[in-house]
């Protein structure tokens, strides 16, 4: 990269990951572009981020001065064309490889090639998309954790076809935000949490399925007895049960193994459209300000 330098940065997809990300990158000085194809989930985002900023605000973590500042360096936007000139790119949109692909390939022709082109998904490891685009060396995952205001740590991947230089300035990208970045190597499905996380979420699963205690419980002996901060059901919730069951088809489709199929629990909730908080109700169930209401499977 010629010894180029991020300047400005875009992100696509305005729901709870890329608007997370759109404002980490803001908070941090950075002019950002959060582009979104559906207006309605551009002011949803701007809505949320708003409440997000006042409760930091009311708890003395944040001035207003300086959450004004950062949501005047965010510009909410459907059109494509306004990240033009941003010089690192990252996608929060669906878990779904053709479209993903579809989008990167129409990034590829609009901003510079000098621009990072970077992934947040944890499944679809970057080499599957970078051939979509005319540069795949610029392609990489950045895959941040939900929530993304919250949580610390963003794992880098450098793919075969990743350059070493965009991967370094991914790295010092995501640690000029404030996050601690991890690079891993080479690329590998679920990259190191969620492989990890997975393991747990799917012992889970198997001891709800089968009788063995309650989502509640299960929750209870992760939170209680492993001292995790959340338990696979609640976070599941949180991240959502479409992404939980997007992953692992896409799994199943790359693998052909049953064992990576969705539970047939998530698989029932998904399509009764019980996604988590954004839906209301999950394992739990949620009121309108995302609070747990419920408990009931």
């Known amino acids: 990269m010629n010894g180029q330098t991020i300047e400005k940065a875009g992100v696509i997809g305005s729901g709870a990951m890329g608007s997370q990300i759109a404002m980490v990158c803001a908070l941090a000085g950075y002019p950002v572009v959060l582009q979104d194809i559906d207006e309605g ?9 708003q ?3 006042d409760k930091r605000i009311k708890k003395g973590r944040l001035t207003a001065e300086e959450a004004g500042q950062a949501f005047g360096r965010i510009l909410f936007t459907t059109e494509p064309e306004q990240l033009r000139e941003v010089t690192i790119v990252i996608e929060a949109i669906v878990e779904k490889l053709e479209v993903k692909r579809e989008l990167f390939a129409e990034l590829s022709r609009i901003v510079s090639p000098e ?6 998904s944890s499944t679809i490891v970057s080499s599957k998309i970078a051939d979509a685009v005319s540069y795949p060396e610029r392609v990489c995952n950045i895959h941040f954790f939900n929530p993304a205001l919250v949580m610390e740590l963003v794992e880098v991947v450098k793919g075969p076809h990743t350059s070493l230089q965009t991967a370094e300035t991914a790295v010092e990208f995501v640690r000029s935000i404030g996050k ?44 209680k007895a ?3 901060p959340i338990g696979p059901f609640s976070l599941m919730d949180l991240t959502g049960l479409d992404v939980n069951y997007f992953v692992r088809m896409q799994r199943y489709q790359e ?8 539970s047939k629990i998530v698989q029932e909730k998904v399509e009764r459209g019980e996604l988590g908080r954004k839906s209301g109700k999950g394992f739990y169930e949620y009121d309108e300000q995302g609070k747990k209401v419920g408990a009931r499977v």
């Open 226 to 228: 492993l001292n995790h």
């Open 255 to 262: 693998s052909g193994n049953e064992g990576d199929k969705p």
């Open 115 to 120: 621009t990072i082109l970077g992934t947040n």
């Open 180 to 223: 601690t970045p991890v690079l891993l190597k080479k690329e590998i499905s679920g990259f190191i949490a969620n492989r990890i996380l997975g393991k747990l979420t799917d012992e889970a699963l198997f001891l709800l399925e089968n009788g063995y205690a309650t989502h509640e419980e299960i929750d209870l002996v992760c939170t």
């Open 41 to 49: 989930s551009l002011q949803r985002a701007k809505q949320l981020l």
């Open 51 to 53: 409440e997000q900023m």
